[in-house]
Protein backbone atom coordinates (compact mmCIF):
# COMPACT_ATOMS: atom_id res chain seq x y z
CA UNK A 1 0.00 0.00 0.00
CA UNK A 2 1.05 3.46 -0.84
CA UNK A 3 -0.41 6.27 1.02
CA UNK A 4 -0.58 9.86 -0.60
CA UNK A 5 -1.33 13.03 0.21
CA UNK A 6 -1.19 16.74 -2.24
CA UNK A 7 -0.34 19.76 -1.08
CA UNK A 8 -0.11 22.99 -2.30
CA UNK A 9 -2.56 24.47 -3.88
CA UNK A 10 -4.81 27.44 -3.72
CA UNK A 11 -6.18 30.24 -5.83
CA UNK A 12 -4.04 32.33 -8.33
CA UNK A 13 -3.82 34.80 -11.07
CA UNK A 14 -3.57 34.26 -14.39
CA UNK A 15 -0.15 34.03 -15.51
CA UNK A 16 1.01 32.97 -11.94
CA UNK A 17 2.41 29.74 -10.18
CA UNK A 18 1.93 27.31 -7.92
CA UNK A 19 3.98 24.29 -6.85
CA UNK A 20 1.92 20.88 -5.95
CA UNK A 21 3.44 18.56 -3.61
CA UNK A 22 2.98 14.60 -3.19
CA UNK A 23 4.21 12.90 -0.09
CA UNK A 24 4.20 9.05 0.00
CA UNK A 25 4.02 6.92 2.50
CA UNK A 26 4.12 3.35 2.97
CA UNK A 27 5.71 0.99 0.48
CA UNK A 28 8.63 1.83 -1.22
CA UNK A 29 7.92 4.68 -3.25
CA UNK A 30 10.71 5.20 -5.38
CA UNK A 31 9.58 1.48 -7.00
CA UNK A 32 6.56 3.05 -8.66
CA UNK A 33 5.54 5.73 -11.20
CA UNK A 34 3.89 8.75 -10.27
CA UNK A 35 0.89 10.65 -12.07
CA UNK A 36 -0.91 13.96 -11.80
CA UNK A 37 -4.59 14.14 -13.00
CA UNK A 38 -7.01 16.69 -12.51
CA UNK A 39 -11.33 16.87 -12.64
CA UNK A 40 -12.65 20.25 -13.16
CA UNK A 41 -16.80 20.96 -12.46
CA UNK A 42 -18.75 18.66 -14.56
CA UNK A 43 -15.89 17.44 -16.50
CA UNK A 44 -13.99 13.67 -16.42
CA UNK A 45 -10.88 13.07 -14.76
CA UNK A 46 -8.08 13.63 -17.28
CA UNK A 47 -3.72 12.99 -17.48
CA UNK A 48 -1.65 15.70 -16.73
CA UNK A 49 1.72 14.60 -16.45
CA UNK A 50 3.91 11.20 -15.11
CA UNK A 51 7.09 10.49 -14.28
CA UNK A 52 8.77 7.13 -14.29
CA UNK A 53 10.39 5.46 -11.35
CA UNK A 54 13.57 7.65 -11.40
CA UNK A 55 12.63 10.37 -12.98
CA UNK A 56 14.28 9.59 -16.27
CA UNK A 57 11.28 9.80 -18.16
CA UNK A 58 7.90 12.24 -18.46
CA UNK A 59 4.73 12.06 -20.34
CA UNK A 60 2.86 15.42 -20.37
CA UNK A 61 -0.89 16.70 -21.95
CA UNK A 62 -0.36 18.66 -24.52
CA UNK A 63 -2.46 21.57 -23.09
CA UNK A 64 0.12 21.59 -20.30
CA UNK A 65 3.60 21.25 -21.94
CA UNK A 66 5.78 23.50 -21.88
CA UNK A 67 4.06 25.59 -18.60
CA UNK A 68 4.15 22.33 -15.90
CA UNK A 69 7.12 20.42 -14.68
CA UNK A 70 6.92 17.27 -13.21
CA UNK A 71 9.38 15.94 -10.84
CA UNK A 72 9.79 13.45 -8.26
CA UNK A 73 12.69 13.69 -4.96
CA UNK A 74 12.62 9.48 -4.27
CA UNK A 75 14.52 10.45 -0.97
CA UNK A 76 11.89 12.73 0.38
CA UNK A 77 9.13 10.46 -1.00
CA UNK A 78 7.38 13.46 -2.89
CA UNK A 79 6.58 14.35 -6.26
CA UNK A 80 5.88 17.58 -7.33
CA UNK A 81 4.11 19.04 -9.48
CA UNK A 82 5.37 23.10 -11.00
CA UNK A 83 2.81 24.80 -12.62
CA UNK A 84 3.91 27.95 -14.83
CA UNK A 85 1.99 30.68 -16.97
CA UNK A 86 -1.16 29.40 -15.10
CA UNK A 87 -4.66 30.02 -17.16
CA UNK A 88 -8.15 29.86 -16.19
CA UNK A 89 -8.72 26.66 -17.86
CA UNK A 90 -6.46 24.96 -15.28
CA UNK A 91 -8.79 25.14 -13.17
CA UNK A 92 -9.66 21.92 -11.16
CA UNK A 93 -8.90 19.30 -8.37
CA UNK A 94 -5.70 18.11 -8.80
CA UNK A 95 -4.83 14.44 -7.78
CA UNK A 96 -1.21 12.75 -7.56
CA UNK A 97 -1.51 9.08 -8.01
CA UNK A 98 1.18 5.87 -8.10
CA UNK A 99 1.31 2.59 -9.86
CA UNK A 100 4.27 -0.13 -10.19
CA UNK A 101 4.24 -0.21 -13.82
CA UNK A 102 5.37 -2.88 -16.44
CA UNK A 103 5.36 -1.24 -18.97
CA UNK A 104 6.27 2.89 -19.58
CA UNK A 105 4.20 3.60 -22.68
CA UNK A 106 1.88 6.51 -23.58
CA UNK A 107 -1.32 4.32 -23.70
CA UNK A 108 -0.90 2.93 -20.22
CA UNK A 109 0.78 6.06 -18.40
CA UNK A 110 -1.96 8.26 -19.13
CA UNK A 111 -5.06 6.00 -17.95
CA UNK A 112 -6.27 6.57 -15.02
CA UNK A 113 -7.36 2.75 -14.26
CA UNK A 114 -3.49 2.19 -14.47
CA UNK A 115 -3.05 3.74 -10.89
CA UNK A 116 -4.53 1.88 -8.17
CA UNK A 117 -3.14 4.87 -5.43
CA UNK A 118 -4.55 8.15 -5.13
CA UNK A 119 -4.45 10.86 -3.10
CA UNK A 120 -7.52 13.41 -1.72
CA UNK A 121 -7.16 15.80 -4.38
CA UNK A 122 -5.47 19.73 -4.07
CA UNK A 123 -8.01 22.48 -5.52
CA UNK A 124 -6.09 24.73 -7.95
CA UNK A 125 -8.13 28.02 -8.79
CA UNK A 126 -7.06 30.47 -11.32
CA UNK A 127 -8.48 33.51 -11.62
CA UNK A 128 -8.84 35.83 -14.83
Known amino acids: QVQLVESGGGLVQAGGSLRLSCAAS????????MGWFRQAPGKEREFVAAINWNGGSTYYEDSVKGRFTISRDNAKNTGYLQMNSLKPEDTAVYYC?????????????????????WGQGTQVTVSS
Open 97 to 117: AAAGLRLWIRSVVTGSTTYPY
Open 26 to 33: GRTFSSYA
